[in-house]
């Protein structure tokens, strides 16, 4: 243990070059395959493990972020695992900081380890709890009692590319640190519940009957921790005969030669654990050989037994050779298993040793390979140090800082850049062409220089560029976005002048947003529409509220938070910059224009004009008008709703759903992002949702839609129609309740739409007498007959609605068994046929109960007489119910419990606890 005596000693700074150098700069692997890292050894150092020999190199080639540290030589001396726990490196700034680990083939297995011990580092006797995740994928919360509780988390998984990335992730419960790193390969053959969408994170794996503490490398040639296990009541049996390995889990010879039996026939051979959250889907792996040499007239065989009511299994090992039982378990707390001689056996069950995982998606879709290689060049090229590491874009919550990303048939793309005053230096580089999906891209207050190259033509959905502050840059446009610039459709900033003083104006916009208050806005809104009626404005005078601060509940504000998958950086960068906090989104104008500051934004026409592109992505026609798609100079794209002049909705309909809208705020309702009132030009500027409207994607025939996402659009957009009901003051009827009035963005968030028709109601008297409006199919039976509106008559389109969501059919079918959906519904049912009602799109795939309970829910909402029908609150809380159970029943990976009870504890009875590391003094198992 040279380190661990140098550490005691503890005056030698000059900590030794004690192995050779890391080997070729290509390959981040050592001649076996492996990754071994010593994490916190000094650049190029190395250290050799004195049990497997196996060379350990320093972690300084595979991050660029964290501090190295040495843990306290109390520690560091108490022989507490292998001589790698001397240094460790911690991470006190970033959410996210991210080992990579190259050179790895995409399609093969490969194990992966992460170890921790504390040793009191930083002299604050504080063990962290931090969370671990292989690339974007959840593995493990790391929670440390004590300074010298030394973990380890492992999984084994699949590489999808040819590199994977380890990350800790802060919690805000201490400094995240890792002391140790090891990647082993796998043949593929191995684990075949591992593939590219599913992991297997380590609890434990236990070599039964063993005198040996720990298996490892080189006995296992992959390395895997195999530690002895044993209870008083169970026999330990051995052979020095080799033991034949199998070909699906290569169990290493070593650990098959010992095995466990229990002292009768009539005596069960137990093993149970616990997990902490009945979702948790583990993985069961026993190993099982025959190591006595049994007289002909024996014979051994027994029942492998579990709460698994689909796994029982006859197993009669064979003579020296390595065979397997496998099965998976979840849905409970405490688990066992237990092995029981058959009747026609002689002996007892044997058992040679046993794997215990956690069954975990790995399902995160990773930014745009393209987008990731050229921010990794840029990154490079500038030397950024401002702890970009990790994936670009996801998880969001992590992305990194001055990004903004969108998700484009479900990929991420880095579609806003905003390097302002990043310490960039030198010229452009022709990468910066490469990130093809950019929106806007920011390189204001830096230094530098050449010309903006023609790569930059690449960059055809950029409408934002902003070069401001650079001294020496030209500021001559290649011709493709000189173009762009010319049509309108890029806005180009280029003043070289003082770039601070630009600062200071947007602070002052941003002072005078937040003073105006939602009441006045609510006073004013019907008011300021008419002001604007009369006055035509300059086109230059547009007024953008910056979305950064999130001060306020402005639907423009809140729209970053939903469809659109975006980074705020509202904090700027970190390091030489800091304090220049210049968003990178909007450049809200001056507020000293003598302009309203109307919580929307008001177009002109011209304005409309440019944003759509002259009009020409129609994505829609409604009784207003046409929809036509667009992108606001800052990149965010809009719906915007003209008003045609033969519009059956008239002025008054666009002002009630203006009205409305400006007054409702809510996650499940689309926002209002402006408007226009510009002579004849009448039109409202919305979020775009990208993904269309409920109704497009029930009938698509392509992909669609799963149980879970429409139980989800349900849910959600009953929110957004409680919320009117409700929340609302004065409520709302909508009116309006349909599937076409359900826009989902490309998160599949479901908003609820189109106002227009939307009544207020003094909530006094629950009816509103109007004349019949509404959609053919959806409207009310009752409000039809007797013109008497009330939050019942949308609780009868809802219905309707969740008819379509389960069967995908229209409100009205067509031809002679046709009808009303609802009636065809009533006719089908009583037969307890639920699957000829349910959309065959589905393929199978729900939860048969949760498909009744909405069922027997629409039913209730489409009864003929409103006051048997449910309010909307009810409705929300039932599908709530449904949705959860959807969840429960798939086991949704993401929602177990996150911290590591489950792989907890206590041995005693038999009840496996949580691995500890090398040498630890884990509590000893102990008999029953
Ligand atoms: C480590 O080795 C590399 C390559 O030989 C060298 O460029 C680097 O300066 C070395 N770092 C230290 C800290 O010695
Ligand atoms: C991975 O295995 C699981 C369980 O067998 C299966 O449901 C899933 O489809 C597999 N994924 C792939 C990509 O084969
Ligand atoms: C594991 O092995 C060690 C050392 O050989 C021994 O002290 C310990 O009791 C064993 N533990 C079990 C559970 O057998
Ligand atoms: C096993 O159980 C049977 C019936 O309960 C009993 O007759 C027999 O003696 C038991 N054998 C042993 C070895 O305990
Ligand atoms: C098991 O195999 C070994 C080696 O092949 C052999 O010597 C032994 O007799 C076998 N035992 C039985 C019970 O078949
Ligand atoms: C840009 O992308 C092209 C095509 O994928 C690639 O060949 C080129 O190397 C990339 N250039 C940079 C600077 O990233």
């Known amino acids: 243990m040279p380190l661990r005596k140098m550490l005691d000693g503890c005056s030698c700074l000059v900590i030794l070059v004690l192995g050779i150098a890391i080997t070729g700069v290509n390959s981040q692997l050592d001649s076996l395959g492996f990754i071994s890292i010593d994490c916190g050894l000094p650049a190029n150092s190395t250290s050799v493990d004195d049990d497997t020999k196996l060379t350990y190199v320093s972690d300084d080639q595979f991050i ?73 994928n959840y593995w493990y919360t790391v929670n440390l009692n004590s300074p010298d509780d030394a973990r380890f988390a492992e999984i084994i998984t699949l590489a999808t590319s040819d590199y994977l990335q380890v990350c800790l992730v802060n919690k805000d419960l201490g400094t995240p640190f890792i002391s140790v790193l090891e990647l082993r390969p796998l043949e593929t053959t191995l684990y075949r519940d591992v593939n590219s969408t599913q992991s297997l994170v380590h609890l434990f794996r236990r070599n039964i009957g063993a005198s040996d503490q720990l298996v490892r490398y080189p006995n296992d040639p992959y390395d895997r921790f195999w530690r002895n296990y044993t209870l008083d009541t169970w026999s330990s049996i051995s052979t020095n005969s080799i033991v034949q390995p199998d070909p699906d889990y290569a169990t290493p010879s070593i650990v098959m030669q010992t095995a466990a039996t229990t002292s009768s026939t009539n005596q069960s051979l137990d093993i149970s654990w616990t997990g902490d959250n009945e979702s948790v889907e583990f993985l069961i792996i026993l190993h099982i050989g025959e190591i006595q040499d049994i007289p002909r007239t024996d014979y051994r065989e027994f029942n492998i037994l579990s709460q698994n009511p689909l796994f029982s299994h006859v197993f009669a090992p064979s003579n020296l050779t390595s065979g397997w039982a496998r ?15 058959t009747s026609k056996s002689t002996l007892p069950p044997i058992l040679n040793a046993i794997e215990l995982y956690v069954i975990t998606p790995a399902t995160g879709i990773p930014t745009y390979i393209a987008d ?340 989800r659009v349900a849910w959600e957009s009953a929110q957004g129609l409680e919320y009117l009901h409700k929340s609302c003051n004065p409520p709302l009827i909508h009116r309006d309740v349909k599937t076409n009035n359900i826009l989902l963005n490309s998160n599949l968030d479901a908003k609820i739409a189109d106002f227009g028709l939307s009544r207020a109601f003094n909530n006094a008297n629950s009816h509103v007498s109007t004349a019949v409006v509404g959609t053919l199919g959806y409207l009310d039976p009752e409000y039809s007959q007797s013109c008497q509106l009330s939050r019942k008559s949308d609780v009868y389109g809802f219905g309707v609605v969740l008819l379509e969501i389960i069967t995908g059919k229209p409100p009205i079918i067509a031809g002679p068994e046709g009808g009303h959906l609802a009636k065809w519904v009533s006719q089908k049912l009583p037969k307890g046929d639920i699957e000829s009602i349910v959309d065959p799109r589905m393929h199978g795939q729900y939860d048969i109960n949760s498909v009744w309970k909405v069922t027997e829910l629409a039913r209730k909402c489409t009864e003929h007489s409103s006051v048997q029908r449910p309010t909307m609150s009810v409705v929300v809380a039932e599908l709530k119910e449904s949705l959860d159970l959807e969840i429960s029943t798939e086991g949704n990976p993401y929602n177990y419990s996150r911290n590591d009870n489950f792989m907890s504890d206590v041995s005693q009875n038999g009840i496996f606890e949580m691995d500890y590391m090398d040498g630890m003094t884990a509590p000893g198992p102990t008999a029953k």
């Not at 001589?83 to 900081?97: A, D, V």
């Not at 998976?328 to 001689?341: H, I, N, V």
């Open 327 to 341: 099965y998976m378990d979840t849905g409970r707390t405490a688990y066992y298993t237990s092995l029981k001689a």
């Open 372 to 711: 990731i290689i050229a921010i990794d060049a840029i990154k490079e090229n500038y030397k950024m140090t401002i702890g970009w590491n990790g994936d670009p874009c996801v998880p969001i919550d992590y992305a990194w800082t001055g990004l903004g990303c969108t998700i484009y048939s479900n990929v991420p793309r880095i579609t806003h850049l905003n390097l302002s005053s990043a310490g960039l230096t030198g010229e452009l580089i022709s990468s910066f062409g490469n990130l093809t999906a950019l929106v806007s891209l920011d390189l204001s207050g830096n230094d530098l220089s050449g010309v903006l190259g023609t790569y930059l033509d690449q960059l055809v959905a950029l409408t934002y560029l902003d070069i401001t502050g650079n001294k020496n840059i030209s500021s001559m446009l290649p011709p493709g976005l000189q173009k762009k610039q010319q049509d309108g459709t890029l806005t180009f900033k280029s003043k070289l002048g003082d770039f601070t003083q630009q600062s200071k104006k947007k602070k002052a916009a941003v002072v005078i947003i937040a003073v105006v208050g939602a009441v006045v806005l609510l006073l004013l809104a019907v008011a300021i529409i008419l002001v604007f009626c009369l006055r035509k404005r300059p086109d230059n005078q547009i007024y953008i509220p910056k979305p950064n601060e999130n001060t306020g509940s402005s639907p423009l504000r809140n729209s970053n938070a939903g469809s659109f998958a975006y980074n705020p950086a509202a904090n700027g960068f970190h390091g030489n910059n800091a304090g220049k906090n210049y968003t990178n989104i909007s450049k809200p104008r001056g507020s000293g224009e003598g302009m309203l500051n109307f919580e929307n934004r008001q177009f002109t026409y011209n304005d409309l004009n440019k944003i759509t592109n002259s009009f020409q992505d129609n994505i829609g026609t409604g009784g207003f008008g046409s929809v036509y798609a667009g992108l606001l100079e800052n990149g965010t794209q809009v719906a915007v709703k003209m008003r045609s002049h033969t519009s059956s909705q008239g002025v008054k309909e666009f002002l009630a759903e203006a009205q409305n809208l400006t007054r409702v705020h809510h996650k499940n309702l689309v926002s209002l992002l402006g408007y226009s009132m510009d002579g004849d030009c009448m039109a409202l500027v919305y979020e775009y949702m990208p993904e269309g409207t409920l109704q497009d994607k029930l009938r698509d025939n392509g992909r669609s839609l799963t149980w879970k996402q429409r139980l």
């Open 64 to 136: 660029d972020t964290g501090v190295n540290y040495k843990i306290a030589s109390k520690y560091a001396s108490t022989g507490n695992g292998p001589e790698q726990y001397g240094t460790l490196r911690s991470f006190p700034n970033g959410k996210r900081n991210c080992y990579t680990l190259r050179s790895l083939s995409a399609g093969s297995k490969y194990l992966v380890r992460a170890k921790f011990m504390f040793g009191n580092y930083d002299n604050l006797y504080k063990p962290p709890t931090f969370d671990l995740y292989l690339g974007l």
